[in-house]
């Protein structure tokens, strides 16, 4: 059986794209239970309007764990960390700690919920700082990118680190035997690299992962690595970069085809090809980033997902419990760091 | 009469691409003069081939300057530097220090354009490091977008200078009377920022620059700011995923209208959709880098540029000469110093 520690009242959206799509997860899976963390006036309600047609059984396989707290999108670190106690975020993650449950799911705000993670669940022996990771759709199939914004500042330990539990995660929940690992760089023509990306790259080098060196920017979309690894910043400004330009190009085909009676009509008419093309690059299908380097798997979901959206990231967190990445993680830094001992020795 | 000196040996294609971009400049505008640095039988074989009907007097305005030394794409800094005395790209820069010309156009290898163009050129007063400069396409025109790759370790001083070289390139280059200025960061779920990145923010919001404050990856495509600046390295990266982004949706567009016969029908019958669509984002027209900071104006096109691709960048030089873009960032960078001697009397 495979449970999971939901937050039901995070997102903008909160328990009415939560509780749809954890409707479809039971009724689809029957060795998932979700524990759903929120209102439970609420998320009754919410239940009953939409598990109409599923079994007594999967019924049974949704638990709402009652509290009235919960993390606002607005909240400061603070009130996150000390002010709400009993928050559905925290209690889901500390269901998590407590084996309650294998994995989190939130689509609260991400930075209350790194610090909340990091200081219920505490990081992996062998890990500075966790990360966030997620994939993104390439020519071939994806990329999975780490850090997304956990961490500005950071050494290259940090970044053969990223490039440890990332390796670890596209080979769990991915199911990629050795995945290549490539470093974001900047192009031959300038000036190579800042100082931790050239340390970075010599840690990665002589590590165990397989390392095929620097990638670019447009090489995230190539598939020229099955794992990126950057910095946050830098990672955080690739990924809005790339929303932003997705964003802007679907709008010029929205106009471009309601120019006039006759580009509607082709619209009309191209309506498979559209949907098919939407449906290559639909961000729902990406939904759920993962929280990685803790000691336990935490799987968050963009803020505004819709039910198909925080779907797509269910069952990325069923993908990783039922692939073991919490193990994959650990035996992969347990290598390394033999490894490395037997370097120096 | 403006006059430019072009390196017309640089870049993958050289002076196939070169020479037609020139025939057609000077056969549109009487006021520009060209001079061409190259190898003298290729360039006036190649003249000879495209200039079939220019008149007389626009042919005079091509100008060969013979040379025989080109630096390669791979050629290492210190080939460009010391070896090639006599390259067609330094000679450009030369023709541009001696006045010459008054402004410099090359394909060639950015890396070298730049070390050679510092030397040769050198940097303005209250400048320490030159920055590529280019615009990106928007959802209402363009963003004016720097540093692309030329500095990846920078200080919130360097940072505010970019603001003001590129508020000068909006102003002087697209006519942007008082450009809004953004400062690239990350979003505010996370950990806002770096340190170098928060300290830039306040010089720029006390300088005289029409500061707009913080912006993330996707505001570059939304038109928040006309000038968005950051260090090179991200700079950089955001600019190759926005490129490797656009690649792979292309892509997948000609893949899904060329799937069958049905939808390679409604590709014929869509063509000037999809035309149109191609020509909004058409990377050509947004050829031409800028290198600021330099006592002397100097464009970089990309080094795979077509002709028409070259032409625009050629376009850019020009408006940069009739702009006076050189007096323009002259200019701020001296009321930015006045403001500041002021502040610290």
Redesign the interface.
């Known amino acids: 059986v495979i449970r999971l520690a939901i937050d039901a009242m995070g997102g903008d959206i909160g328990a009415t794209a939560v509780v749809p799509a954890c409707v479809t997860m039971v009724a689809k899976h029957a060795d998932v239970e979700l524990l759903l963390f929120g209102d439970e006036a609420v998320l009754k309600t919410l239940i009953t309007t939409h598990a109409g047609s599923l079994s007594e059984s999967a019924r049974l396989r949704l638990q709402i764990m009652h509290t009235d707290e919960a993390v606002a999108?607005d909240d400061p670190l603070t009130t996150a960390l000390r002010g709400k106690r009993r928050s559905s975020m925290r209690l889901a993650l500390e269901a998590v700690r407590d084996g309650q449950a294998q994995a989190c799911v939130s689509s609260g705000?991400?930075?209350a919920l790194?610090a909340l993670a990091r200081f219920v669940l505490k990081t992996l022996p062998g890990i500075d700082r966790p990360a966030i990771v997620a994939d993104m759709?390439?020519?071939k199939g994806a990329t999975t990118m780490l850090d997304l914004?956990?961490n500005?500042?950071c050494t290259a330990e940090h970044l053969l680190q990223f490039g440890i539990m990332g390796s670890a995660f596209a080979h769990a929940v991915r199911g990629i035997e050795t995945p290549r690992v490539g470093l974001?760089n900047?192009?031959e023509?300038?000036?190579k690299?800042?100082?931790v990306?050239k340390q970075a790259g010599q840690l990665l080098s002589q590590s165990s992962l397989k390392f095929v060196g620097n990638v670019?920017?447009?090489?995230?979309?190539?598939g020229t690595a099955d794992v990126v690894v950057?910095d946050?910043?830098?990672g955080?400004?690739?990924?809005?970069?790339?929303?932003?330009?997705?964003?802007?190009?679907s709008?010029?085909?929205r106009e471009?085809?309601t120019?006039n009676w006759f580009?509607k009509l082709?619209a009309l008419?191209?309506s498979s090809?559209l949907s098919?093309?939407r449906m290559?690059?639909d961000h729902r299908r990406y939904n759920g980033a993962c929280l990685v380097g803790l000691r336990g798997i935490v799987f968050k979901s963009h803020?505004s997902a819709d039910v198909e959206g925080f779907g797509h990231a269910l069952h990325r967190a069923v993908a990783a419990v039922r692939n073991d990445l919490l193990g994959e993680t650990t035996r992969a830094l347990e290598r390394i760091a033999a490894a490395q001992a037997q370097q120096s020795s």
């Open positions: 999108m705000n991400t930075g790194m759709p390439n020519q914004g956990a500005v500042d974001l900047i192009g023509e300038v000036i690299g800042n100082d990306v670019e920017g447009n090489d995230i979309f190539r950057c946050g910043f830098v955080n400004v690739s990924l809005k970069t790339s929303e932003g330009l997705a964003q802007m190009l709008g010029f085909i471009e085809f120019r580009t082709l008419a191209s090809v098919r093309l290559r690059v803020g």
